[in-house]
């Protein structure tokens, strides 16, 4: 028996030996890349490379990368549990060649890692093809002398893979291993391809990326073809420990073991373990995606999160797990994998709190839906109807976290059914609305076909502000051209070597001249391309440039030591909060230019005045500290050896840029930085708020723009003193004066509206009417807002016990209305949101409501009184 975490380095270590460079597993969240919730295979990192937008300084490469497939086109969510294979969360090894090797030897590799490391039998190793390539038919024959009735082909659906609708494609091959015939399936021919059974175990997905697929669909062989294999850990651990399912491996099954422990109640592989099976993936999934910085929410990632957490949960109260039992589980998890992946460990306590919180969020929340289904079910009984609408079944999916098959179970104990068709179709509506919310492109940069023949810029902007270079190109109108004078168009001129930084990082590209004796170009702003190639953004002052041009590029100076100011500051920030807050803490977004900085991180609760206090004191003691900021360049490991903080999602090259600030912060960056902490000047927080679940901002200025906006606020505090007629020492006092006088006035407001309100109440009963043998009160009525008109409805609703109010007033310059329905007349059918809406509509407005109470508005207040006058008309023939 080999262990999983055998088993996973023996893969990486076998490829290491044929010349692939070891990469570690990416975020779950994809970097850069809107087209995905999370990262669900092994090429999702190397996107760009195949995409042909940046080079890495290998050619080959070896991962195993975890990976969520739940939410979004690749979604195991419903089939979890229920299979021995279906998963959440799970590890994909893989090995990547880059325009190096290609079908030859990637057959070779796998036929050798499975048969003589691994061991694996021969005789029971299938594969299948796609129907049209005969390469790999004879490559199979020729390299693993696999027999001809092994070798199965299949159509494009199973074995041809798309990156995209266009782009990188090619034929694919997929290695099966035969469990023997004890584990076929009852269908009549049980082979690949005719049936989808656990008897054909299927190991490793070899995708042989050939092809270039246009808009018309035509394919044309790529210039260098690549390679992109997968092969799921859990499944060949179960072919490895000689087990049947997935749960049964040493990478779940601990933590069934350890859910028996928790709950007193075995395991059984039959459908009876459906629980601790669905908990098992779904803590794994839950600890990982926190790790990785998602936090549960209601859209996106995080509502995917939500949604596999409150799964779990529900399942828990199967086994008797009625209070918070999941953050339990995340040791577990924790001890089961920080082999590989250390940052669990690390991040656990922050886990767990957060699993804990949510939980007990959804024990709430599950409180709260069961009496509203509670409700609606006595509701339909009394109306003698046993289908509970897709309607309610979709609200408290979307709003109490219930999933459908509780509903339905729920439903089910009562005698009645539920509307699952008007349910998925609220779903895939919402879900096209998710769709269309996200974009479904991956963007090139614009540019970027046209400055491929060009080398990379070489950027001297680390050490120098001024350079002496050559115009390599000029663009305009996406065209590249050889001169330009037009003083009224954007252009972009490319140099060979430039200062100018090219924005990246959060931090934005520089400004500045670059010019000769025969033209000046003003620069407004820098950017680069994936492949290093810099462009510098402006107008022409005056003159003409043209390709070869010798010039001189100088960057605006005072403009860059701002920007270095505030991106210095950010790293001090980092550090700050990690100490304040916790090691949970990591950067999720930043801009840095000249004004000032903003950094966004992932925090589950808005910062205490206290938090904020020691943070900002923290950063101002580190640069009154006057710590010296060095760079070295060195590799990811050794920079992360020495403590450096590595980017959540961010691709680091071979070589990287450590930036120190003293023994107090380490970061890999690229972009640009003082000297020493002094520069900085000062640090103040100007803003702490939410930009989303889990995440907080902050924004802060530095040097300079501190001192304005210290200036500014000054002026602020004095112009208010001068109002107020007091010193700026005692506006406190003066403010909180004013508000003692005006919670008086307030009351005394109250008070003669009260009085003005029952005043008009004698006066409106007396005017109630018959309408269809029920008591009708219509009337206008003066009143300052329309917690007024709610007021006087309840009054006289208690007054006429059994009725129909409608009243109405002109407010703000519009038509406002409210109806009141009695509790006895809304069992006969009245609706008040029904009656509202009928009115509302001749004041040219809209409303609604509940059955027994609804307000409305109209735009045109000069329609108020015939609206109130149609009413008994209305009443009259309902």
Excluded at 27 to 41: G, I
Excluded at 253 to 282: C, L, Q, S, W
Excluded at 460 to 478: D, K, M, R, W
Aim: hydrophobic share 35%; charged share 30%.
């Amino acid at each position: 028996m080999m262990t999983s975490n055998e088993i996973r380095e023996k893969f990486l270590e076998f490829f290491e030996s044929k010349g692939h460079t070891r990469v570690a597993s990416s975020s779950l969240v994809p970097h850069n890349d809107p087209t995905l919730l999370f990262s669900n295979a092994g090429m999702n990192q190397f996107k760009e490379v195949f995409l042909g937008l940046k080079s890495l300084p290998f050619k080959r490469a070896t991962t195993s990368q975890k990976c969520v497939r739940a939410g979004g086109k690749h979604n195991d969510l419903e089939s979890v549990g229920r299979t021995a294979r279906h998963h959440t969360f799970f590890e994909m090894l893989g090995n990547f060649s880059f325009g190096d090797y290609f079908k030859r030897e990637a057959i070779a590799y796998a036929w050798e890692f499975l048969t003589e490391v691994l061991g694996l039998p021969k005789d029971r190793l299938w594969v299948s093809i796609y129907k049209e390539d005969d390469e790999a038919f004879e490559l199979w024959r020729e390299v693993a002398d696999i027999p001809v009735e092994r070798i199965v082909r299949m159509d494009e659906k199973d074995n041809f893979w798309s990156m995209g609708d266009t782009g990188p494609c090619g034929p694919c091959s997929e290695i099966y291993i035969d469990r023997g015939e004890e584990h076929r399936c009852t269908a009549g021919e049980c082979k690949i391809g005719k049936c989808d059974c656990d008897r054909w175990r299927e190991l490793w997905n070899l995708v042989f990326m050939q092809y270039n697929r246009d808009e018309n669909g035509n394919l044309t062989p790529l210039p260098k073809p690549s390679i992109d294999t997968g092969m799921g850990l859990e499944r060949i651990a179960t072919v490895m420990q000689n087990v049947y399912s997935n749960y049964d491996t040493d990478l779940l099954r601990p933590i069934i073991a350890f859910v028996e422990n928790m709950t007193g109640k075995k395991y059984y592989e039959d459908d009876r373990g459906f629980p601790f099976r669905v908990i098992a993936d779904h803590s794994r999934a839950v600890t990982f995606l926190i790790s990785d910085g998602v936090i549960p929410g209601n859209e996106g990632r995080n509502y995917v999160l939500r949604r596999i957490l409150r799964r779990a949960a529900r399942y828990g109260r199967e086994l008797d797990l009625n209070e918070p039992f999941l953050y339990k589980i995340a040791p577990c998890v924790a001890s089961l994998m920080e082999d590989a992946y250390p940052e669990l460990r690390k991040n656990l306590d922050y886990i767990q709190k957060v699993i804990k919180s949510e939980e007990e969020r959804f024990n709430e929340t599950l409180s709260d839906g069961l009496k509203m289904l509670s409700e609606e079910i006595n509701r339909l009984m009394q109306q003698q109807k046993n289908i509970i609408p897709g309607e309610v079944a979709f609200m408290l999916y979307d709003t109490f976290g219930f999933p459908m098959d509780l509903t339905r179970d729920i439903a089910l104990e009562k005698g009645f059914s539920v509307d699952v068709k008007s349910f998925e179709e609220l779903m895939e509506r919402q879900r096209e609305k998710a769709k269309a919310a996200r974009k479904e492109s991956y963007k090139i940069d614009e540019l970027f076909d046209i400055l491929s023949p060009l080398p990379p810029t070489e950027f001297l902007g680390y050490e120098h502000l001024e350079s002496e270079s050559f115009v390599q190109c000029i663009i305009a109108n996406q065209i590249s051209v050889e001169n330009f004078s037009d003083k009224n168009q954007d252009i972009a001129i490319v140099l060979d070597r430039t200062p100018f930084y090219g924005e990246s990082g959060g931090q934005i590209g520089d400004t500045g001249i670059i010019e000769n004796e025969d033209f000046i170009f003003k620069v407004t702003d820098t950017q680069k391309t994936p492949d290093g190639k810099f462009y510098h953004i402006g107008k022409i002052v005056r003159g003409e440039v043209k390709v070869k041009d010798k010039v001189t590029a100088r960057v605006d100076i005072d403009r860059r030591m701002s920007i270095a100011r505030n991106h210095s500051a950010t790293h001090l920030l980092h550090m700050a909060l990690k100490q304040i807050l916790g090691e949970h803490v990591n950067q999720a977004g930043s801009l840095v230019n000249e004004t000032g900085l903003r950094f966004d991180f992932s925090h589950h609760s808005a910062m205490t005045p206290d938090e904020l206090k020691k943070t900002e004191e923290k950063v101002n003691e580190v640069i009154l500290s006057n710590l010296p900021v060095t760079v070295n360049i060195t590799t990811v490991q050794e920079a992360q050896k020495r403590g450096a903080i590595a980017l959540f999602g961010e691709k680091y090259g071979e070589k990287v840029r450590l930036v120190s600030m003293g023994d107090y912060s380490k970061e890999l960056c690229g972009g640009t930085h003082v000297k020493s902490t002094s520069e900085i000047g000062l640090f103040k927080i100007i803003s702490e708020n939410s930009v989303g679940s889990g995440l907080r901002r902050i924004e802060a200025v530095t040097g300079k723009n501190l001192l304005n906006f210290l200036n500014v606020t000054l002026q602020t505090l004095n112009d208010a003193a001068i109002l107020l007629k007091t010193s700026p020492e005692e506006i406190k006092q003066k403010v909180n004066e004013l508000l003692e006088r005006l919670k008086i006035c307030e009351r005394e407001i109250e008070s003669l509206s009260q009085q003005a309100i029952n005043a008009q109440l004698e006066d409106i009963y007396g005017k109630k009417i018959d309408a269809n043998g029920i008591t009708v009160v219509c009337s206008r009525v003066k009143a300052r807002e329309m917690d007024d008109l709610r007021k006087m409805s309840d009054a006289l609703k208690q007054r006429i016990k059994s009725g129909v109010i409608i009243l109405g007033s002109v407010i703000g310059g519009r038509a406002n209305f409210v109806a009141s329905v009695s509790d006895d007349l809304v069992k006969k059918g009245y609706h008040a949101g029904k009656i509202i809406k009928q009115i509302a509509l001749i004041a040219e407005g809209s409303g609604g409501g509940r059955s027994d109470f609804a307000q409305a508005g109209g735009k045109n207040p000069d329609k108020l009184e015939e609206a109130l006058n149609y009413v008994p008309h209305l009443l009259n023939n309902l």
